[in-house]
């Protein structure tokens, strides 16, 4: 009898609980870790937005490759996922050298959402290819635009705007002694550091075309702009990733803001020698003096917390730069201070910061292209 009890007990509760999931709608974060399924013809292995949001990142995560299946011109060169490079499905067998060397590199594939075809249809063949580790982001670039992921536009898109004479705002966010150098046609100069100080610059019309770019794929001052920009109420932002080094290798450099020519400055102590600009050291020079006596001078990456945790230069200490000016007096007197980041724009910033606040610091910077290891190791390509 008591069994019997029991499961009459436990029916009801079963059916209390049905009634329950009737009555009640799904909640947003249940709808959101519900597990998409692959449908006839999809690839078999698939990749959701609260796992791909992670891989999306400046500088781009290692390992890793999204690619854009969708037509260029019409729909990545005006929006795609940031970071993601082009191969047209209709273009794929054309395309395959643009594919990692590496065949285990995880390569995530996406296009115009669950009714598109062309990511799998990549998949599929890039699987044919010996390829071991592909997924496809099935809701593709409707999904990841309406929950918010980074948006970037191609080297095309700006200079059809260009040519359009298109109402946009082109904001190049590295420091004004790197800009002054050479921008974009069109583009106004707002470094992420003084953001704050110039936000009368920026458009009236919160609904405006923002696109943000510093100085390449390494650098992340126009991503920090571009979230500003957003906290401020402006919905249509989006960056360039490549930045002014893919605009100047596809359209040549622009030219220099007038007095902007750099002097060579005489670097004291350590045997470090100067570089073509004022401020700068060659990387000949110091690579020999941290070889052979790094205690006679200080490394400084001024890149973010989170950067300088994914690698630096082993003995190197970290300062991000939005937090050198209050702490500008921690630098030592004694010997050089050499400040490094990942393309020498946030480096040169750091130098100019140092000189106009602490004049009395021996401060210097590499103008270098640097990839930094996960074990202390960097490679460093000095500007031409």
């Known amino acids: 009898m008591k069994v019997k009890r029991l499961t009459l007990l436990a029916a009801v509760l079963t059916g209390l609980g049905a009634a329950q999931l009737v009555c009640y709608p799904i909640t947003a974060r249940a709808a959101d870790a519900a597990v998409l399924q692959p ?100 809701e593709g670039m409707p999904d990841w635009k309406a929950r918010g992921g980074p948006v970037s536009v191609s080297t095309a898109f700006i200079k059809k705007l260009i040519d359009d004479k298109a109402t946009y705002a082109l904001v190049d966010a590295r420091p004004k002694r790197v800009a002054d150098k050479g921008m974009i046609p069109t583009a106004i100069n707002i470094s992420d550091t003084d953001f704050d100080k110039n936000v009368d610059k920026l458009p009236a019309d919160r609904a405006a075309l923002l696109i943000y770019y510093c100085g390449g794929l390494e650098c992340v001052l126009s991503d920090k702009s571009a979230d500003k920009a957003r906290k401020l109420g402006y919905t249509n932002v989006v960056t360039y990733p490549p930045g002014y080094p893919e605009w100047e290798k596809v359209h040549g450099a622009a030219p220099a803001a007038a007095g902007s020519t750099a002097a060579g400055a005489s670097a004291a102590g350590a045997s470090l020698m100067p570089g073509k600009e004022k401020g700068t050291v060659t990387v000949t020079s110091f690579e020999k003096v941290w070889k052979e006596n790094p205690s006679s001078i200080m490394v400084v990456d001024v890149r973010d917390a989170k950067e300088f945790a994914g690698g630096t230069m082993k003995g190197a200490v970290n300062l991000p730069i939005n937090d050198l000016e209050k702490k500008v007096n921690t630098l030592p007197k004694n010997k050089p201070v050499v400040f490094v980041c990942g393309t020498g724009a946030r480096s040169g910033e750091a130098y100019d910061m140092v000189k106009l606040l602490a004049g009395d610091v021996q401060a210097y910077f590499i103008d270098a292209e640097i990839k930094f290891g996960g074990d202390g190791t960097y490679t460093m390509v000095e500007k031409k």
Request: net charge positive; proline share 7%; charged share 25%.
């Open 39 to 138: 449908k006839e013809g999809w690839y078999g292995k698939l990749v959701q937005f609260d796992a791909l949001r992670p891989l999306v990142e400046i500088p781009p995560v290692k390992g890793v490759m999204i690619i854009d299946s969708r037509p260029a011109a019409r729909q990545y060169d005006p929006g795609h996922i940031s970071g993601a490079i082009s191969i047209p499905e209709s273009q794929f067998d054309k395309m395959v050298d643009k594919l990692p060397a590496d065949k285990a590199t995880q390569l995530i594939f996406y296009c115009g959402g669950l009714e598109c075809m062309l990511s799998h249809n990549s998949a599929f063949k890039a699987e044919k290819l010996g390829y071991s580790n592909i997924k496809v982001y099935a």
